[in-house]
C-alpha cells in the first residue's frame, strides 16, 4: 500500500505528485492525457521494469538523462520510503533510505498486480506468461522460491551452454542431477502455490464469468515418466536443437472454462475477465500469506467488457480489501466508492479533485 507518491521525468510526466487514498483511488483523462503513465510509474517503483514492456529510453522524458520514483509505503509500525532512478547507465533502487539489489527488493516492499487491456494474453498467449503467474504468487507465499529459481535458471543456462557446444554427454551429463534437483523443487514449490490458490480461482471464475474454471499445471515433462529419464530420452534431441526440452521452463497452466480449452473458446472479453479473475485470485492469495493489502492497478477496466460483466468486475474487486488505482476515460463509468479520491490527468498533469 502506497501514500505519497512522486514521479519526474517519467514518460510525459514531468513532474507529478499524488497522496492516494489507502482504499479506492480514480484517475480519469482523455486520451493521452498521461493516465496509463501514471500506473506505469507506480507499477515500476514496485516491479522495476514496465508491464508494458518499454524500454528505459522510451520511459524518459524527452531531452532528460533520467527518470525518478519516490513512494511512501506503508508497513506495520509506520512507512518506509521506496525509490527508483533509472537512465541510461542503470537501475537505481533505494529501499527504507539505504540501497538495494534489484527488482525483487522493489517488489517485497511494494506487492502489486495489474489489471490492463492486455490482461487477456495470461489466457491467449503463450505458457511463459502462466509460469510467471505462479511465480509471482511463489515469490510472496514460499521464501525459497526465488532462490530456487534463480539457481535452475544458472543450472539451464549452464546445461543449454553444454549442448550448443555439442559437448560430449558425459560433460553434459555433469549437470543433470544439479538441474533436476532445482526443477523438481521449482516444480513442487508451483504444484503448492496452484494448489493454495485454487479455491479462490473457482471463486472468482464464478463471480466474473458465473460457471465453473479448472487448472491444470504440466510440469514440462511427459507424466509417464520421470525427469531423469525425460532428459536420457531427449538428449538426442537437445542436441540437435541446442537447448533443454524438458523441465519447468517448459511449464503451462492449461485453463478450463465451462470444460473446454478458454484458450480456444472464449471470447476477448471473456479471456479478459477469466485472466482478471486469475489476477484477483493471486492478489487475495498473496494478501492471505503476507497479512497485509496489496496495490492493485486498473488500467482502462471498461475496454472490452460490456455493463455487467464490468459491474462484476469492479465488485470483485471492491471486495478484494486491496488498494485500487484505477483509470478512466470517464469518472462516471465505473461504480466507485463515495470516499474514493479522484484524480484528473491532462497533458501530464494532475490535479486533485476530491
Request: proline share 3%.
Given at each position: ?300 477496466p471498461a475496454a472490452e467488457l460490456d455493463g455487467d460483466s464490468l459491474s462484476r468486475l469492479m465488485q470483485a474487486v471492491a471486495g478484494l480489501g486491496c488498494q485500487i488505482v484505477a483509470t478512466s476515460l470517464d469518472p462516471t463509468a465505473l461504480e ?15 490535479t486533485a479533485i476530491a
Amino acid at each position: 500500500m502506497i501514500g505519497l507518491f512522486r514521479a519526474t521525468n517519467f514518460r510525459c510526466l514531468e513532474s507529478v505528485e499524488l497522496n492516494l487514498d489507502p482504499e479506492f483511488n480514480l484517475i480519469f483523462g482523455a486520451n493521452a492525457s498521461g493516465k496509463t503513465s501514471l500506473l506505469e510509474a507506480l507499477a515500476y517503483l514496485g516491479r522495476g521494469k514496465s508491464f508494458r514492456g518499454a524500454g528505459t529510453s522510451d520511459l524518459i522524458l524527452h531531452g532528460q538523462s533520467d527518470f525518478v520514483l519516490f513512494g511512501e509505503v506503508a508497513q506495520s509500525g509506520g512507512k518506509r520510503n521506496l525509490g527508483v532512478r533509472n537512465s541510461r547507465e542503470g537501475l537505481e533502487v533505494r529501499v527504507g533510505g539505504e540501497g538495494a539489489s534489484g527488482a525483487a527488493a522493489l517488489a517485497e516492499a511494494l506487492p502489486l498486480q495489474v489489471i490492463d487491456p492486455e490482461v487477456h494474453n495470461l489466457i491467449a498467449g503463450g505458457p511463459e506468461l502462466r509460469r510467471r503467474f505462479l511465480d509471482w504468487i511463489a515469490f510472496h507465499v514460499e521464501h525459497e522460491h526465488l532462490g530456487i529459481w534463480r539457481r535452475f535458471r544458472r543450472a539451464l543456462k549452464q546445461r543449454n551452454a553444454a549442448l550448443k557446444l555439442k559437448s560430449a554427454v558425459a560433460t553434459i551429463k555433469s549437470w543433470d542431477a544439479e538441474f533436476i534437483e532445482l526443477a523438481e523443487s521449482l516444480d513442487a514449490s508451483r504444484r503448492r502455490v496452484l494448489e493454495l490458490t485454487m479455491e479462490s480461482l473457482q471463486n472468482y471464475g464464478r463471480a466474473l464469468l458465473q460457471t465453473e474454471l479448472g487448472f491444470e499445471y504440466r510440469a514440462g515433462w511427459s507424466r509417464e515418466r520421470s525427469l531423469a529419464d525425460s532428459l536420457d530420452e531427449g538428449l538426442e534431441r537437445d542436441l540437435q536443437i541446442g537447448t533443454t526440452q524438458s523441465g519447468p521452463h517448459r511449464a503451462d497452466v492449461k485453463v478450463r472454462y465451462d470444460e473446454r480449452q478458454a484458450k480456444k473458446l472464449v471470447s476477448r472479453g471473456q479471456q479478459k475477465l477469466l485472466a482478471s479473475a486469475m489476477i484477483l485470485a493471486a492478489t487475495d492469495t498473496a494478501q492471505t500469506a503476507l497479512e497485509k493489502p496489496l496495490l492493485l492497478l486498473l488500467d482502462d477496466p471498461a475496454a472490452e467488457l460490456d455493463g455487467d460483466s464490468l459491474s462484476r468486475l469492479m465488485q470483485a474487486v471492491a471486495g478484494l480489501g486491496c488498494q485500487i488505482v484505477a483509470t478512466s476515460l470517464d469518472p462516471t463509468a465505473l461504480e466507485i466508492p463515495e470516499s474514493a479520491r479522484v484524480f484528473h490527468v491532462e497533458h501530464g498533469s494532475v490535479t486533485a479533485i476530491a
